[in-house]
């Protein structure tokens, strides 16, 4: 039986990131004291995986306005990466950093590796502030994400991690009611 990555501890790794022009190294410790994304795609120049990082890139001002940091992965290289932010009108307005994985560790670490590809599924992982993943979702490789979907989950996540006790309803926004679970709501939902 699979465990779930839920509520888990991400693992250590240690990369090369393209961001703000420059390489950098980045760890698991880099995701620790804040809340993160990290949002793994199969590879640069190709389709679908464009119009998810200019999505995400698009919603990227909102998410650092909710003390969220964003990290892209692929298994390519962060030279790649550099090669395609010059390239492409849409990756070039990306500010996040974006992740060399050419080894796939990371890829594995999240389990959404393709290993007879060498690839990585469309994994979307948040985490909080403590390092544990609090939401999962994992795509086949023909079926785009939604970055507004992904806010508004995090908003959850973050609602609920400040709130004990109370949980959020299905497409709960910021300022709707949330529920507290106790035997008196059994049935009347």
Known sequence: MHQSIINSTIKPF??????????????????????????????DFTFVCPTELGDMADHYEKLQSMGVEVYSVSTDTHFTHKAWHASSD????????MI??????????????????GLALRGTFVINPEGEIKVAEVHDLGIGRSASELVRKIQAAQYVATHDGEVCPAAWQPGEA????SIDLVGKI
Do not use: C
């Not at 949330?178 to 679970?181: C, E, H, R, S």
């Open 14 to 43: 240690s990369a090369t990131a393209f961001h703000n022009g420059d390489f950098h190294p980045v760890t698991e410790q880099d995701l620790l004291g804040k809340w993160s994304v990290v949002f793994f795609y199969p590879a």
């Open 90 to 97: 849409t990756i070039n307005k990306i500010q996040y950093p």
């Open 100 to 117: 060399g994985d050419p080894t796939g560790a990371i890829t594995r670490n999240f389990g959404v590796m393709i290993e007879e590809d």
């Open 178 to 181: 949330t529920l507290a679970p």
